[in-house]
């Protein structure tokens, strides 16, 4: 079973690390993360030294990308912005090397009720099954104010 994440990020550098370690510790096969970042800003390397280049994770330059146009562009059904581009790139590119492909932001992580990603996507009540949605749990800031340096899972 093989289970790929897409993530697309910009100024995430601070939490990054904390959710490629989780979805690796989890058993996702591979995580493709398109780096949405400023030209001249913080780069996934500065964090990621340990991943990329690895199997696990592939960086997207996205660097600066973003859709420019005009409102009634915006507000027409044919407009979607730079993180649905990224999305279908990867879907396009990817779709036949995984039997799952979620997409998902830097500050979600996926929960598989203590199973690794193998286990709970090889459950037989998913034969058959093109699409799984999952809930939105929000925790709030537990009183903190300022930030504190250790990972967003014990936070």
């Known amino acids: 079973m093989k ?14 690390y904390d959710w490629v370690k989780y979805h690796k510790n989890i058993g996702i096969s591979k995580l493709f993360l398109y780096d949405n970042n400023d030209i001249n ?6 964090v990621l030294s340990d991943f990329i280049g690895s ?12 859709k420019k146009v005009n409102e009634a562009v915006a507000k027409s059904t044919e407009y979607h912005g730079t ?11 990817h779709n036949k090397e995984f039997d799952w492909i979620g997409f998902i932001d830097i500050d979600e992580y996926l929960y598989l009720y203590n199973k690794t990603a193998e286990d709970f996507f090889s459950d037989n009540k998913f034969n058959g099954v093109d699409v799984i ?6 925790y709030g ?15």
């Not at 800031?141 to 930030?147: A, H, L, M, P, R």
């Open 133 to 138: 949605q999952f809930n939105w749990v929000c």
């Open 141 to 155: 800031d537990s009183g903190k104010v300022f930030f504190e340096n250790i990972p967003v899972t014990e936070r």
């Open 55 to 66: 199997e696990f994770v592939s960086v997207i330059n996205y660097r600066g990308k973003h």
């Open 83 to 93: 993180q649905q581009d990224a999305y279908e790139e990867c879907y396009k590119e």
């Open 41 to 46: 800003g913080e780069t996934f390397n500065d």
């Open 3 to 16: 289970v790929a994440l897409c993530a697309i990020a910009k100024n995430e550098n601070r939490y990054i």
